[in-house]
């Protein structure tokens, strides 16, 4: 060997890793680039001639198995694979050693270092013949196969394998040229099409040259569309294309030419690692216009994306037809199927920790299985018990996990608020005309252009206005001003935030309400409603995320630590391709970041949410899945709503007849809030005086200059609180003297807001003012959606009849369409149980939906609580819960017990599960107790578990959760997280041994502290933007566990049939409410108006409305719930 590669002794600070086995970098000069800096000291061995010769004969009872990494030194000391070698490390076994770049390109391979296993590729430069001719002389195990590496650099031969297994292509030709002759070639070339070799191509077509290297790959367009041609090439700096007037093709070079696809602008990457590991991204598509969407650390933006299971299947076909375990392809989503453009060979995901922790298990636990054997070392092979779920139930039998089915509220949001006012003006009409509004009587603005044209009217009305006060507008100035300075706010139009609805009203406005008395003109006007607010906060994204974390915990195998190696459960059953994840939304903005920021924190997703949002979440406004008109209340809505008001309104305190009458099913939350308020309209003239007292502070504040411009949360201004307030001073109290119930739900969500986000302003009363409001929000709410048992069961089926089918189907689907995203059965050897996956379906959606699923459960005659103890006591704990508040989660989830008869009714076994979302300002008292998630039986009685400590945590999370704001519950020492190295199978039944045994309580898995986002300060409880914490979520409490699926599908059934007939009804009022004008009360259950903007002022919160597949019997009853709450945090129980 060289003389330079004397013994240089190893440089301990160089190191690359840490671990149980050394990375030895085989190094030949002290020149080497900067390795990634990792946190860790490493030993970097040098080989020596006498190492390789001495090998064989001092082999320690255990040899360590070696990793040789062959291949360009840039490849090599890149990031990624820094990070995958070093977790690779973390094997007992394996030692990984790095061939220099200078020993590969000139020394003979006979003096290269050796090795067990050889990790070997091309790039730029990389002696391909060199790297065969050394497999060949120490036949190592190679991970990816030299020799088909050639194919991989000729795109032609790329193009035949693929065709060869079968593999969609975009429809092809090859134009092969002779370099010395170039015009004799079988090209036709017209204005808008090529001929090659007799195949025709209009354009757009694409024209790759033949040599996988050359990334100069150009498309042409048709004249039609302007002609000239993108150039593709590979990225420099920001840029990966730039167009051409040029429209003629290359006339030197062999290519080939191919239809274009027409993708929606993004391509899909794919990386393999084996034939049961995908990972796929999309990007921007280079094609789109060249420029490279980077984020804040000027990395290139890529979304996740959900692979089919007909693409699963071709990732597969990919890496064993190429021969390459580790493997990278693109893919093009057109028409409905994927198309494989490209094949790159080796390459790993950038900037994925999830990925890095995946890569190098799976790369790991293969070299393993192919050489502990021959090497005598202990090492079983870990029968991937982490991708079947199969978990303990509560009756202690083994049982598989298959469906999963949540429906959740959106998180936290800012308080919505609503401005209606009759418009006569010509302009009005011309733009009601213009969208359409005469078909249908009402048409919705929340386009940017549309919203402009309204502002436009808004600006020259009231300039008209100025310039003389008696001209023909009868628009009260004070109404136009603040529709302009709502649209004004924030400087630009963006649909999340503002939504303008215009009605038809036949014969102008009924009768004023407190706004005006004045003498009324006849004739048509319109109804002009503007809506803003409700956008989810910074908080309640944190809340979604964390929840959609700690929702993990659900899947077997999710409570070890997710970033080391032990089970990642969900997370590895979704990358191999074993989960069949939906997620829904409704159409509103908050809803929608609800879902995506969910999403993030399930699959442990990194970046922004708009990405996610665009790749993961459905919009389920399909038939009133998630969403609902708040305008069109039922009859019996609307009847419920005047009897609340008229009993609401007795200046008396409440008498036995009044409780019989607003709490008629006796639940306790509501008589404890009726005890509260005593007499409705004293406690009203409190509340008004409250509201006169806290807008009087906010001005005092707004005088003193050294708060005016004070910014409150979510960059709020005292002004623009101060509006808020007044408003409701305004409208609460009516010039009759008499208050407006309606505006209970929205004074309780302010204050509610308020006292959270901006306790900082220490303003006087405020806790008073929540209390009141609260006890009358208890009151108002819950009892907008029904009054007695029947009005609750009606009005719930008018809003979730198409929600219950839909679970209904996803609960049938789970055991019928056996076909969908899993391996193909053929291509499964050495998976166990291959044809079991798991059917995950979030819907995300709006208060109203989950009260009236909630009351669906509870009074549809699911199960006898007279004859059945566990739903009694179920029932019990919902009527004593007094708000649904953010982050409410209804989840259903089924088991197969694959020891039963398939036709037998117990095969399939269901659970219900509730949590009443986030926890409020001062509940912490009066917290109804459920008994647990997962009891270990029914006749369990114990209350909450003790409380664990924050310690606890902190040691067993991997991630190190940090509090936000209150300390976890968990158990002492629970198995469940102590043992990070067992399986999640032997966990799983360790603790349900002790669990049945001691008949015990539950443990919280996830108490309440939520795990430390990046935008919340640590330690401080404050939240981001100052003031605000993000309160922690209740855990899921089981409301049944002992519920076969046939129960639950027939009871479905007769929910969905007796609720057709009221349809019918339902219909027919609908069609009747055009010409009325259905004011929206804010009373109502407020279904998302498909804007995503603020959604009616009504009190339910903005609805989510993901689609996340709960198992039905997630679907509890809740108590009457209250008004939104202002922030969630995520609280999960997990029964041990």
């Given at each position: 060997?060289?003389?330079t590669?004397d013994?240089?002794?190893?440089?301990a600070?160089?190191?690359?890793?840490?671990?149980?086995?050394?990375?030895a970098?085989?190094?030949?000069?002290?020149?080497?680039?900067?390795?990634?800096?990792?946190?860790?000291?490493?030993?970097i061995?040098?080989?020596?001639?006498?190492?390789?010769?001495?090998?064989?004969?001092?082999?320690?009872?255990?040899?360590?198995?070696?990793?040789?990494?062959?291949?360009?030194?840039?490849?090599?000391?890149?990031?990624?694979?820094?990070?995958?070698?070093?977790?690779?490390?973390?094997?007992?076994?394996?030692?990984?050693?790095?061939?220099?770049?200078?020993?590969?390109?000139?020394?003979?391979?006979?003096?290269w270092?050796?090795?067990?296993?050889l990790?070997?590729?091309?790039?730029?430069?990389?002696?391909?013949?060199?790297?065969?001719?050394?497999?060949?002389?120490?036949?190592?195990?190679?991970?990816n196969?030299?020799?088909?590496?050639?194919?991989?650099?000729?795109?032609?031969?790329?193009?035949?394998?693929?065709?060869?297994?079968?593999i969609?292509?975009?429809?092809?030709a090859?134009?092969?040229?002779?370099?010395?002759?170039?015009?004799?070639?079988?090209?036709?070339?017209?204005?808008?099409?090529?001929?090659?070799?007799?195949?025709?191509?209009?354009?757009?077509?694409?024209?790759k040259?033949?040599?996988?290297?050359?990334?100069?790959?150009?498309?042409?367009?048709?004249?039609?569309?302007?002609?000239?041609?993108?150039?593709?090439?590979?990225?420099?700096?920001?840029?990966?294309?730039v167009?051409?007037?040029?429209?003629?093709?290359?006339?030197?070079?062999s290519?080939?030419?191919?239809?274009?696809?027409?993708?929606?602008?993004?391509d899909?990457?794919?990386?393999?690692?084996?034939?049961?590991?995908a990972?796929?991204e999309?990007?921007?598509?280079?094609?789109?216009?060249?420029?490279?969407?980077?984020?804040?650390?000027?990395?290139?933006?890529?979304?996740?994306?959900?692979?089919?299971?007909?693409?699963?299947?071709?990732a597969?076909?990919?890496?064993?037809?190429?021969k390459?375990?580790?493997?990278?392809?693109?893919?093009?989503?057109?028409?409905?199927?994927?198309?494989?453009?490209?094949?790159?060979?080796?390459?790993?995901?950038?900037n994925?920790?999830?990925y890095?922790?995946?890569?190098?298990?799976v790369?790991?636990?293969?070299?393993?299985?192919?050489?502990?054997?021959?090497?005598?070392?202990?090492?079983?092979?870990?029968?991937?018990?982490?991708?079947?779920?199969?978990?303990?139930?509560?009756?202690?039998?083994?049982?598989?996990?298959?469906?999963?089915?949540?429906?959740?509220?959106?998180?936290?949001?800012?308080?919505?608020?609503?401005?209606?006012?009759?418009?006569?003006?010509?302009?009005?009409?011309?733009?009601?005309?213009?969208?359409?509004?005469?078909?249908?009587?009402?048409?919705?603005?929340?386009?940017p252009?549309?919203?402009?044209?309204?502002?436009?009217i808004?600006?020259?009305?009231?300039?008209?206005?100025?310039?003389?006060?008696?001209?023909?507008?009868?628009?009260?100035?004070?109404?136009?001003?603040?529709?302009?300075?709502?649209?004004?706010?924030?400087?630009?139009?963006?649909g999340?935030n503002?939504?303008?609805q215009?009605?038809?009203?036949?014969?102008?406005?009924?009768?004023?309400?407190?706004?005006?008395?004045?003498?009324?003109r006849?004739?048509?006007?319109?109804?002009l409603?503007?809506?803003?607010?409700?956008?989810?906060?910074p908080?309640?994204?944190?809340?979604?995320?964390?929840?959609?974390?700690?929702?993990?915990?659900?899947?077997p195998?999710?409570?070890?630590?997710?970033?080391?190696?032990?089970?990642?459960?969900?997370?590895?059953?979704?990358?191999t391709?074993?989960?069949?994840?939906?997620?829904?939304?409704?159409?509103?903005?908050?809803?929608?970041?609800?879902?995506?920021?969910?999403?993030?924190?399930?699959?442990?997703?990194?970046?922004?949410l708009?990405?996610?949002?665009?790749?993961?979440?459905?919009?389920?406004?399909?038939?009133?899945?998630?969403?609902?008109?708040?305008?069109?209340?039922?009859?019996?809505?609307?009847?419920?709503?005047?009897?609340?008001?008229?009993?609401?309104?007795?200046?008396?305190?409440?008498?036995?007849?009044d409780?019989?009458?607003?709490?008629?099913?006796?639940?306790p939350?509501?008589?404890?809030?009726?005890?509260?308020?005593?007499?409705?309209?004293?406690?009203?003239?409190k509340v008004?005086?409250?509201?006169?007292?806290?807008?009087?502070?906010?001005?005092?504040?707004?005088?003193?200059?050294?708060?005016?411009?004070?910014?409150?949360?979510?960059?709020?201004?005292?002004?623009?609180?101060?509006?808020?307030?007044?408003?409701?001073?305004?409208?609460?109290?009516?010039?009759?003297?008499?208050?407006?119930?309606?505006?209970?739900?929205?004074?309780?969500d302010?204050?509610?807001?308020?006292?959270?986000?901006?306790?900082?302003?220490?303003?006087?009363?405020?806790?008073?003012?929540?209390?009141?409001?609260?006890?009358l929000?208890?009151?108002?709410?819950?009892?907008?959606?029904?009054?007695?048992k029947?009005e609750?069961?009606?009005?719930?089926?008018?809003?979730?009849?198409?929600?219950?089918?839909?679970?209904?189907?996803?609960?049938q689907?789970?055991?019928?369409?056996?076909?969908?995203?899993?391996?193909h059965?053929?291509?499964?050897?050495?998976?166990?149980?291959?044809?079991?996956?798991?059917?995950?379906?979030?819907?995300?959606?709006?208060?109203?939906?989950?009260?009236?699923?909630?009351?669906?459960?509870r009074y549809?005659?699911?199960?006898?609580?007279?004859?059945?103890?566990?739903?009694?006591?179920?029932?019990?704990?919902?009527?004593?819960?007094?708000?649904?508040?953010?982050?409410?989660?209804?989840?259903?989830?089924?088991?197969?017990?694959?020891?039963?008869?398939?036709?037998?009714?117990?095969?399939?076994?269901?659970?219900?599960?509730?949590?009443?979302?986030?926890?409020?300002?001062e509940?912490?008292?009066?917290?109804?107790?459920?008994?647990?998630?997962?009891?270990?039986?029914?006749?369990?009685?114990?209350?909450k578990?003790?409380?664990?400590?924050?310690?606890?945590?902190?040691?067993?999370?991997?991630?190190?959760?940090?509090?936000?704001?209150?300390?976890?519950?968990?158990?002492?020492?629970?198995p469940?997280?102590?043992?990070?190295?067992?399986?999640?199978?032997?966990?799983?039944?360790?603790?349900?041994?002790?669990?049945?045994s001691?008949?015990?309580?539950?443990?919280?898995?996830?108490?309440?502290?939520?795990?430390?986002?990046?935008?919340?300060?640590?330690?401080?409880?404050?939240?981001?933007?100052?003031?605000?914490?993000?309160?922690?979520?209740?855990?899921?409490?089981?409301?049944?566990?002992?519920l076969?699926?046939?129960?639950?599908?027939?009871?479905?059934?007769?929910?969905?049939?007796?609720?057709?007939?009221?349809?019918?009804?339902?219909?027919?009022?609908?069609?009747?409410?055009?010409?009325?004008?259905?004011?929206?009360?804010?009373?109502g259950?407020?279904?998302?108006?498909?804007?995503?903007?603020?959604?009616?002022?009504?009190?339910?919160?903005?609805?989510p409305?993901?689609?996340?597949?709960?198992?039905?019997?997630?679907v509890?009853?809740?108590?009457?719930?209250?008004?939104?709450?202002?922030?969630?945090?995520?609280?999960?129980?997990?029964?041990?």
């Amino acid at each position: 060997m060289s003389e330079t590669r004397d013994g240089r002794q190893p440089d301990a600070g160089d190191g690359l890793m840490r671990g149980s086995a050394d990375l030895a970098v085989v190094d030949s000069d002290d020149d080497v680039p900067d390795m990634q800096p990792m946190e860790t000291d490493v030993k970097i061995d040098m080989f020596r001639e006498e190492d390789m010769e001495d090998e064989n004969d001092e082999l320690p009872s255990e040899r360590q198995i070696v990793v040789g990494i062959c291949c360009m030194m840039k490849k090599s000391k890149s990031k990624p694979m820094t990070h995958i070698l070093e977790r690779l490390c973390k094997f007992d076994y394996i030692e990984v050693v790095i061939f220099p770049e200078d020993v590969i390109l000139e020394e003979p391979v006979d003096k290269w270092p050796l090795c067990d296993c050889l990790i070997s590729f091309h790039s730029k430069g990389f002696p391909l013949d060199k790297a065969v001719q050394y497999a060949k002389l120490r036949n190592p195990l190679a991970l990816n196969d030299l020799n088909m590496q050639y194919f991989i650099q000729d795109r032609r031969e790329v193009y035949r394998i693929l065709q060869e297994e079968g593999i969609d292509l975009p429809r092809y030709a090859v134009l092969n040229r002779d370099p010395d002759n170039p015009e004799e070639c079988n090209l036709v070339e017209g204005e808008d099409h090529v001929e090659v070799n007799g195949e025709v191509f209009p354009k757009p077509f694409v024209e790759k040259p033949v040599c996988a290297e050359d990334h100069n790959v150009y498309i042409y367009y048709p004249t039609s569309a302007g002609g000239g041609s993108q150039r593709l090439f590979r990225k420099i700096g920001s840029r990966s294309s730039v167009y051409s007037p040029e429209s003629s093709v290359r006339k030197t070079g062999s290519y080939i030419y191919e239809e274009f696809m027409p993708t929606d602008g993004t391509d899909v990457k794919v990386y393999t690692v084996g034939p049961d590991y995908a990972h796929a991204e999309a990007r921007k598509s280079p094609a789109l216009d060249g420029k490279v969407e980077r984020d804040s650390e000027g990395k290139e933006i890529r979304y996740p994306v959900m692979l089919t299971a007909m693409e699963k299947l071709v990732a597969r076909k990919v890496c064993l037809a190429f021969k390459q375990t580790v493997c990278g392809f693109d893919l093009l989503r057109a028409n409905g199927h994927s198309f494989v453009c490209d094949v790159n060979g080796f390459s790993f995901v950038k900037n994925s920790m999830k990925y890095y922790d995946d890569c190098a298990k799976v790369l790991g636990n293969m070299i393993m299985r192919e050489l502990a054997p021959q090497f005598h070392i202990p090492w079983s092979v870990p029968m991937e018990a982490e991708d079947i779920p199969i978990v303990p139930t509560t009756s202690g039998t083994m049982m598989e996990l298959r469906c999963v089915i949540a429906i959740i509220r959106h998180g936290d949001r800012t308080p919505k608020q609503k401005m209606k006012m009759e418009v006569r003006h010509p302009l009005f009409f011309e733009l009601f005309d213009k969208c359409g509004g005469y078909k249908s009587g009402k048409v919705k603005l929340k386009k940017p252009k549309q919203l402009q044209e309204v502002l436009d009217i808004a600006r020259l009305l009231l300039l008209e206005l100025g310039q003389h006060n008696d001209c023909e507008i009868e628009e009260k100035k004070s109404k136009l001003e603040q529709l302009k300075t709502v649209l004004e706010m924030y400087g630009h139009f963006s649909g999340i935030n503002r939504k303008v609805q215009l009605t038809y009203l036949r014969n102008g406005q009924p009768k004023a309400s407190s706004e005006e008395e004045d003498s009324k003109r006849e004739g048509p006007s319109l109804l002009l409603v503007l809506k803003w607010g409700g956008e989810l906060t910074p908080a309640g994204r944190v809340q979604a995320e964390e929840l959609g974390r700690a929702f993990r915990c659900m899947y077997p195998g999710g409570q070890g630590d997710y970033a080391g190696f032990p089970g990642c459960g969900l997370l590895r059953l979704h990358s191999t391709y074993r989960h069949d994840l939906k997620i829904y939304a409704s159409d509103e903005g908050r809803v929608q970041m609800t879902a995506a920021a969910f999403a993030k924190g399930l699959l442990a997703l990194e970046g922004e949410l708009t990405p996610i949002l665009v790749q993961m979440v459905k919009s389920a406004n399909m038939n009133g899945l998630l969403d609902s008109d708040s305008d069109s209340l039922t009859d019996c809505q609307q009847k419920v709503k005047a009897r609340l008001h008229e009993i609401m309104q007795k200046d008396e305190e409440f008498s036995q007849d009044d409780y019989q009458k607003l709490a008629p099913t006796g639940s306790p939350s509501l008589v404890n809030s009726m005890k509260v308020i005593e007499n409705p309209v004293k406690t009203c003239d409190k509340v008004y005086a409250l509201i006169q007292r806290l807008t009087s502070q906010i001005r005092k504040r707004l005088e003193d200059p050294k708060s005016s411009d004070l910014q409150l949360y979510h960059s709020e201004t005292l002004e623009l609180m101060l509006q808020r307030w007044s408003k409701l001073e305004r409208d609460f109290r009516m010039k009759s003297g008499r208050y407006d119930i309606s505006k209970i739900p929205d004074i309780y969500d302010c204050i509610k807001y308020d006292t959270q986000h901006n306790s900082s302003l220490d303003l006087d009363d405020t806790l008073e003012l929540f209390r009141l409001s609260r006890a009358l929000a208890d009151i108002v709410i819950p009892q907008e959606y029904g009054i007695s048992k029947a009005e609750k069961l009606d009005i719930a089926q008018a809003y979730c009849v198409p929600l219950m089918k839909k679970i209904q189907l996803d609960l049938q689907r789970t055991h019928e369409d056996e076909a969908v995203n899993k391996l193909h059965p053929l291509y499964s050897r050495g998976v166990m149980s291959p044809g079991r996956h798991v059917r995950t379906r979030l819907y995300f959606t709006s208060e109203s939906h989950v009260h009236s699923l909630l009351s669906v459960f509870r009074y549809g005659g699911l199960l006898d609580y007279e004859k059945d103890q566990q739903w009694k006591q179920a029932m019990d704990y919902l009527s004593a819960v007094t708000e649904l508040n953010y982050m409410t989660q209804i989840v259903i989830m089924l088991y197969e017990d694959n020891n039963k008869d398939p036709s037998s009714e117990e095969r399939f076994h269901v659970e219900l599960h509730f949590s009443p979302g986030v926890k409020g300002c001062e509940d912490e008292e009066n917290v109804p107790l459920g008994f647990g998630f997962r009891p270990a039986s029914s006749e369990n009685q114990d209350k909450k578990p003790n409380q664990g400590s924050l310690e606890d945590l902190s040691q067993d999370q991997p991630d190190q959760a940090l509090l936000v704001s209150e300390p976890i519950n968990i158990q002492r020492r629970s198995p469940m997280i102590r043992n990070r190295k067992t399986g999640s199978m032997e966990v799983l039944s360790e603790t349900s041994l002790t669990q049945s045994s001691k008949s015990s309580t539950s443990h919280r898995l996830f108490p309440s502290g939520s795990r430390q986002s990046p935008e919340i300060k640590p330690a401080s409880g404050l939240g981001f933007e100052g003031c605000s914490m993000v309160p922690s979520i209740y855990p899921l409490e089981t409301l049944h566990n002992l519920l076969s699926l046939k129960q639950v599908d027939e009871f479905l059934n007769a929910v969905c049939e007796s609720s057709s007939e009221a349809h019918a009804k339902t219909m027919k009022a609908l069609s009747g409410l055009f010409d009325s004008q259905s004011q929206p009360s804010l009373y109502g259950p407020q279904w998302p108006l498909s804007s995503s903007g603020s959604e009616a002022s009504l009190r339910p919160p903005s609805r989510p409305c993901w689609h996340g597949s709960v198992p039905s019997s997630a679907v509890s009853s809740a108590g009457p719930s209250s008004p939104i709450t202002e922030n969630t945090a995520l609280n999960f129980s997990y029964s041990e």
